[in-house]
């Protein structure tokens, strides 16, 4: 299916919303007149999907947040009858639109090193490269890790634990750039017109300073009793592109706004090198490689339930490596060759289980699956003692959603 296709079907789904040319013509004539109409109450209306992408998860709302709340401000600026033309409304989507290349920032407070995202896209707005830099802090347990996403593979390298893995599933990258995907510059205009429909939800107020070296400044600020009431987002706009270079996110406590988070934009439309988007003169030799995308990576599913099939799988990769099978304790721990494993566990002799406990939700949200309480007896050096895992930590794989397997947490 071609971009184009494929990106309208997304948008048809998400607002259920038919397309076509004539009611596009139809669109754009409203936003037109509503913008000559304009006036100076400022009002705003919400798009219902807005903030349900921006909370996907941790990777995602960092990214995600910055361009859908620019989407959701014009949106809501196009209907508000409040802005003078002098805006240049039509110019900053247009400008939005033909973005190929975006370096990202996002800052959290008390933390000097920053995520970064490159990306590039498709002639129509689809994504087509990333790379990604997550801190040690967004993931203690990971550790720091660069991924890159290229022809619908991602590989990521966790730099603590000497490990790089590849799998053929664009959820990562999809977490932090379907916001990306679901702004296609044919059908922005189309979720305004629906936006017109829901209740106000936002105010916003918006400055434009008479000294054209600084920016245009919009401030959103979400109204009480509204799902996101307690928000404020202030977007800072280039008086000579038109385009977005960074947003603030505050959020109300005890009476006042406090300062969240700050996501800022640099080099739009500057080529990135294609090298960017590999990581093939990054990677150290000592660095365990791991395929997933040509192999099938621990057990299927089936009918048991997802306690159950945790407990499976930390069950059967005791009993091969007490088997000394290798080779099937590496398929259950994230394809891990064989002889990887057998260098793991060369030392430390497992002799038996003892016991196997409840599955608990694994304590890091944004890692997923669980963690399987267990004892075994192991044998070092001809003395035998009780053993208990850290974890381990069990999930679904990545790309193969029906099988489950081991990430960590098992020595």
Known sequence: MKHNDNMEEKIKKKLNFTAGAKIRDRIFDDVLKAQENSKKTITALKEPNIWRIIMKSPITK?????????????????????????????????????????????????????????????EDGEVKNVRMHMPEWDSPEDGAKVTVWKENKAQVWFKKKKSLVTFSDKTIAANTLDFIEELDPKLVVERLYYAQQAQDQVKIEIDEPSNKAKPIVVTATCLPGSS??????????????????????????????????????????????????????????????????????????????DK??????????????????????????????ADKIREKWEELKVVRIISIGE????????VGGFQ??????????????????????VRPVHGQPDHWNIHGGVK
């Open 308 to 337: 159950e099939i945790a407990v499976k799988v930390v069950r059967e990769f005791y009993e091969a490596l007490i088997a000394k099978d290798y080779a099937k304790a590496g398929q259950l721990y994230s394809g891990l060759p």
């Open 372 to 393: 399987v309480p267990c004892k075994i007896e192991v044998e070092r050096d001809g003395a035998k003692s009780i053993y208990e895992p850290y974890g381990p930590g």
């Open 228 to 305: 996101r009431a307690g928000w404020r987002v202030v977007l800072f706009v280039d008086r000579a592109t038109k385009l977005v270079t960074a947003i603030e996110f505050y959020k109300l406590k005890d009476g006042k706004y406090q300062y969240v988070e700050l996501i800022e934009y640099y080099d739009y439309n500057q080529p990135i090198d294609a090298e960017m988007f590999s990581l093939d003169d990054d990677i150290p030799a000592d660095v365990m490689q791991t395929d997933q995308t040509t192999q099938k990576i621990g057990l299927v599913q089936g009918d048991l339930t």
């Open 359 to 366: 599955p608990v939700p694994h304590p890091d949200p944004g």
């Open 62 to 122: 960092l990214a995600a947040a910055a361009v859908i709340i620019l989407a959701g401000v014009l949106s809501i600026i196009v209907w508000n009858k409040s802005i003078p033309t002098a805006y240049a409304l039509e110019q900053t989507v247009q400008a939005s639109h033909t973005v190929r290349y975006l370096h990202i920032k996002s800052f959290k407070p008390n933390e000097d090193e920053p995520k970064e995202f490159w990306i590039e896209f498709y």
